[in-house]
């Protein structure tokens, strides 16, 4: 007998609508990227990279003069979505184990930005750009800021055990 978790069974589904998936599991990060928003978002790139089979690498491209949350921004418009041939997914798994660090403020804060650019820049496809945020939290817990929160945008499903 087989049991999948529900994130697993969706990621079933997206796979079976023809979506591209990537699955970061927030226990596997390594506790150096967990020191620096930079580091963070480096190893966060690079794992999408490779799930997604691209040929590029965020620390290719990362440019210290600009801001971490710009070069992964630009690392997503560029790469991930912008000759997108097909819609992506991205789930992240256990990000409840970023909460106690000073990088999840930021990383939250960008998700929530990357969800409001939906509507306001039409140049760059952020549509196709669906992630999934896995965490076991009540979500009043997660960020003070309900306006740069992830967590109360889109559409939120409840798992029964």
Do not use: K
Not at 13 to 27: E, G, I, W
Not at 56 to 63: K, P, Q
Not at 129 to 140: G, K, P, R
Not at 141 to 147: Q, S, T, V, W
């Amino acid at each position: 007998m087989i049991l999948l978790r529900p994130l697993n069974r969706g990621l079933i589904h997206a796979r079976s609508l023809n979506r591209r998936v990537a699955v970061t599991d927030c226990q596997a990060l390594g506790g150096e990227s967990l020191d620096s928003v930079r580091s963070l978002y480096l190893e966060l790139a690079d794992q999408l990279g490779v799930d997604l089979r691209l040929s590029v690498r965020l620390s290719d491209l990362w440019d210290d003069r600009r801001a971490p949350n710009l070069n992964l921004q630009m690392f997503v418009e560029d790469h991930v979505l912008r000759d997108a041939q097909q819609p992506v997914v991205w789930a992240l798994d256990r990000v409840d184990r970023l909460f106690s660090h000073p990088v999840s403020a930021s990383l939250f804060s960008l998700f929530r930005a990357w969800h409001n650019t939906r509507s306001t820049r039409p140049d760059v496809p952020w549509s196709l750009l669906t992630w999934i945020l896995v965490y076991a939290a009540e979500d009043q817990e997660l960020i003070a800021d309900p306006n740069q929160s992830p967590f109360n945008v889109g559409e939120r499903i409840n798992l029964e055990n």
